[in-house]
């Protein structure tokens, strides 16, 4: 009561002393009224007694000094009552199993049903025991309150609620009589392990054992923690780790990784749901841990690798269930082990897969490239001919090029013979698409989108990319295919998904040089040819290149697109300028080619005599052009031109359509009569074609499916001393015939492969060389190690340089005195 | 508990009756617990309470309870009505051991 003596003073200074507490009857007596008060409330006859005359006695007590004969005698009378309870409602419980311990099943059917009744009837009296004692607790507590204020607290002693609760503990759950502790924790092992058996148990009876575990503390000087944590948990943990060890063999050896994954996922949430149920959820973690240890920490590889039903069996048939399923059970192993595992096995599963599309490919290009091979001699290129001749006449529509060549008219000739080659390598690229998409959407819908398994399945993807030594020339092909006119309608959309799979798989290529030259290679056909399909998605891709590789990578590709355009527009003002000066006799058109953005074989010098018939056009465009620009030699080239020529033959007339070459060859029988025929070293000599060019050139016009020139001896090769005559009567159902020996696009044959390899081969060493001096430039002074690695750095993102090959650069360097090596071995120095 | 129509009987010791709500009694701790209906002593059973104390003093008490039942929510510093201006020396140590007693 909260009142202040100095509040009121009025009134007589006479102050009436309280009534002194004193109680007439002697401490003995009220003790004795008390002790018996205490057991009637144990006995459940609270109701026979006055609150108020007990509460009186226990403060008469304790304010007449007696708190500790009280408190003392109080906890005698609980104890003797516990011993009672435990004497009189336990033990008569005792399950049969008493404190049978050890893992393994309980036996099942009647059996098990018996004990799960045993025990839940045995934890019911534990039950109904504590109830009854807190009960009668509670009460003893509100009769001594003023005890616990006046005396327990003041001498630091528990409250008797607390004694209480520390008495049941050591009297009934830790019973030195009665083998209460051990029947106690074996039988609310028993009821779990008979649910984890598939019994039903009644939850709640567990649940309250556990909860009076929980409520009860055991002293401070064992730590202080709940008797749950102590004596239960412990041998909990040990149980189910001893039952899921078992488990997780027995099961294993079913041998079906998904059904096991199911069975472990259904056995983490059983467990999750038994420590909310009745259990504790301080437990949820350590069993977790536990169970995870036991089903899958040790089995990882076991699952992964199980025969038809592990890893490659759910990527096989995209079990995305069970995928995510693995997943997320993997990513719950500690220490990263799950997905580490999982990674590892997923990145050999995707190079298994990678390895099969290689062989797959290689097999089918094998038996191509011996068919090619065993055709004619000049065999890469694909050619479709057709022969006959007569006069040339009127209106040629003529190529040339300067420093590079001539200009194309669009030709397409589908891939027949090397389409094999082609599809094959296609479908290559095709394949890895395919496996890419595949693998990204399992990414996505199984592995969530993680970036660490993302990196794996890269890893991957390039690991088996890069051991198909033609990757870079595939995947051009491809490009070259989606990029031309003539392959089946697309739509943009189509070709621009197409594009960006590519550069997908582009990222993964490690010798992006050679990507570049084939690149180029294909690029520079499809312009000249006129045969792209959209300039848009051409400059489209050379961004996207741009975009992954940057300005350097592009720079030559897109000087061809301004060559392109600025030999465009250069064709108007041309016809303007012949406007002027009066008509060519020969219609020209002309590709003008800057020589250091186009590839070296196509602006390679080859000698060629054009005929008289087309010089006057030539000399007019040379003079035409060097009014434009001073300083600037032109070279024409003839190899990738084409012509238009109408031919007169016996019959009728044709227009053909042959290559600037086949021209050249054509015009010489201009002059010859009929029957006379020319050698091929007279042919040779006079148009100076060097003996590839030609022979492919005689082949295409006399060998193929037009005949315009015929070849004496006949024969598929083209020989040394072989004749070739005007054929005079060749015939024809079209007006218009076509004689290309335009090669499309397409694989190359081993030895054009070599020499690309060589090529690339010898611009990997300027590239090294220059990328070793660039360092060097800037650092001066450096050890060999730190060298090679800075030069693999920064020249990886181009190709990877082997050892060797940077360490004959350096050689190569000193000897040209561009570097020394000091004093201390393993280390140069740049020479200025 | 605190059904405000739920009235209990407080005896004093010189004979005298209150009735008062049980709301108002169980602001005292130990009348509370006399009062606990789940114990369910004889002064639960019988909703009547006998405080060994005079009349004039168990006046008091309850006057204090009610006091304290009004201001329960109320901060400190929005009680206006210093209950001690109420107090009667003469009472006061009285009182005082009767708060000690019933936890008031």
């Known amino acids: ?832 | 508990m605190s059904q405000e129509e739920d009235f209990v009987l407080l005896e004093s010791s010189d004979g005298y009756t209150f009735v008062v709500t049980r709301r108002i009694a169980e602001a005292s701790g130990t009348l509370k617990s006399m009062l606990d209906e789940e114990a369910n002593f004889e002064e639960a059973k019988n909703k009547t309470c006998k405080i060994q104390q005079r009349g004039v003093i168990l006046l008091k008490v309850i006057e204090y309870l009610a006091y304290k039942v009004q201001y329960a929510e109320f901060n400190a510093e929005d009680i206006k009505e210093d209950f001690s201006d109420r107090i009667d020396p003469y009472i006061a140590l009285e009182l005082l051991t009767a708060a000690d007693f019933l936890e008031a």
């Open chain 1, 1 to 832: 009561m909260a009142m202040s003596m100095g509040a009121a003073r009025r009134g007589k200074p006479k102050i009436r002393p309280p009534k002194r507490p004193t109680s007439e009857t002697p401490i003995k007596d009220t003790w004795t009224k008390l002790a018996n008060a205490i057991r009637e409330i144990q006995n459940h006859n609270a109701s026979k007694l006055s609150y108020e005359e007990h509460y009186r006695y226990g403060y008469n007590m304790v304010l007449h000094k007696h708190g500790d004969q009280l408190y003392n005698g109080v906890k005698v009378l609980i104890s003797e009552y516990l011993d009672k309870l435990a004497e009189e409602k336990i033990v008569p419980t005792f399950p049969r199993s008493g404190g049978t311990r050890g893992a393994g099943k309980l036996g099942g059917g009647a059996e098990a049903i018996e004990r799960a009744l045993e025990g839940d009837r045995f934890l019911k009296a534990m039950k109904s025991a504590w109830e009854d004692h807190t009960g009668s607790m509670r009460k003893i507590r509100d009769i001594l309150k003023y005890m616990d204020k006046g005396y327990s607290t003041a001498n630091g002693l528990p409250l008797i609620y607390e004694v209480g609760l520390t008495l049941f503990l050591q009297h009934i759950i830790r019973s030195i009589k009665h083998p209460i502790h051990t029947h106690l924790i074996s039988t609310l092992l028993s009821q779990v392990q008979l649910e984890r058996d598939g019994e039903t148990i009644t939850r709640s009876t567990v649940r309250e054992c556990t909860d009076i575990l929980l409520r009860l503390n055991v002293s401070e000087r064992e730590g202080g923690k709940t008797v749950y944590v102590t004596d239960f948990e412990p041998e909990f943990l040990k149980r189910s780790s001893e039952f899921y060890g078992l488990e997780a063999v027995e099961e294993l050896e079913k041998g079906d990784a998904a059904q096991y994954l199911r069975r472990v996922e259904r056995r983490l949430a059983e467990e999750a749901d038994r420590t909310v149920h009745y259990l504790s959820t301080t437990t949820h973690p350590a069993l977790q841990e536990l169970l995870i240890a036991n089903l899958l920490t040790p089995h990882l590889q076991t699952i992964l690798d199980m025969p038809g039903s592990g890893l490659v069996t759910m990527l096989d048939s995209n079990r995305i269930a069970d995928l995510r399923r693995l997943y997320v059970l993997y990513l719950k192993v500690p220490k990263d082990e799950g997905k580490i595992a999982l990674r590892s096995s997923l990145r050999n599963d995707i190079e298994e897969r990678g390895k099969a599309v290689n062989q797959g490919n290689s097999i089918s290009e094998r038996s191509e490239t011996g068919a090619a091979e065993a055709g004619p001699s000049n065999s890469s290129k694909l050619t479709q001919d057709q022969n006959g001749n007569d006069g040339i006449e009127e209106e040629n529509d003529n190529t040339g090029g300067g420093k590079g060549k001539g200009k194309a008219k669009a030709i397409s000739s589908s891939p027949t013979s090397a389409g094999n080659a082609l599809n094959s390598a296609l479908k290559w690229v095709q394949d890895v698409l395919e496996l890419k998409d595949k693998f990204d959407s399992i990414l996505e819908t199984a592995f969530m989108g993680d970036k660490q398994v993302q990196v794996s399945i890269n890893e991957a993807f390039q690991s088996f990319i890069n051991a198909n030594p033609r990757a870079p020339e595939y995947l051009s092909l491809f490009i070259d295919e989606n990029l031309k006119k003539g392959t089946k309608a697309r739509s943009e959309d189509e070709i621009e998904s197409a594009l960006e799979k590519t550069i997908v798989l582009f990222r993964f290529l490690s010798d992006k040089d050679k990507f570049e030259r084939y690149y180029k290679n294909h690029l520079a056909r499809r312009l000249l040819y006129a045969r792209s399909a959209s300039d848009d998605s051409e400059k489209q891709m050379v961004t996207k290149l741009k975009m992954e590789m940057g300005f350097q990578f592009t720079q030559k590709l897109e000087g061809m697109f301004t060559d392109m355009r600025l030999s465009n527009e250069s064709a108007n003002t041309f016809r303007n300028y012949l406007n002027r000066h009066g008509a060519l006799p020969i219609d020209l058109s002309v590709n003008v080619l800057t020589a250091s953005y186009w590839p070296q074989p196509i602006v390679a010098t080859t000698s060629c005599t054009f005929p008289a018939a087309l010089q006057p056009s030539m000399e007019t465009f040379q003079k035409y052009y060097d009014s434009r620009h001073s300083g600037r030699r032109l070279t024409w080239q003839g190899n990738l031109g084409t012509a238009d020529v109408r031919v007169r033959f016996k019959t009728r007339s044709h227009d053909l359509n042959l290559s600037t070459h086949a021209l050249v060859v054509l015009l010489l029988f201009e002059e010859t009569k009929s029957g006379e025929s020319l050698s091929y070293p007279d042919i040779k000599s006079l148009t100076d074609l060097p003996d590839s060019d030609l022979s492919r050139t005689l082949q295409s016009l006399a060998c193929g499916k037009f005949r315009v020139l015929t070849k004496i001896p006949k024969g598929r090769d083209i020989n040394m001393n072989d004749k070739f005559e005007f054929n005079e009567s060749f015939t024809s159902n079209l007006q218009r015939i076509k004689i290309m020996q335009v090669s499309s696009n397409k694989p190359e044959n081993s030895k054009e492969r070599e020499e690309t390899q060589e090529m690339v081969d010898e611009e990997r060493k300027h590239q090294v060389e220059a990328c070793i001096v660039r360092i060097m430039k800037d650092r001066k002074q450096m050890t060999h190690n730190d060298l090679i690695s800075e030069v693999a750095h920064q020249l990886s993102t181009r190709f990877s340089p082997t050892m060797s090959l940077i360490k004959k650069r350096i050689e190569g360097l000193i000897d040209r005195e561009y570097l020394e090596r000091t004093n201390d071995m393993g280390s140069y120095r740049y020479l200025a």
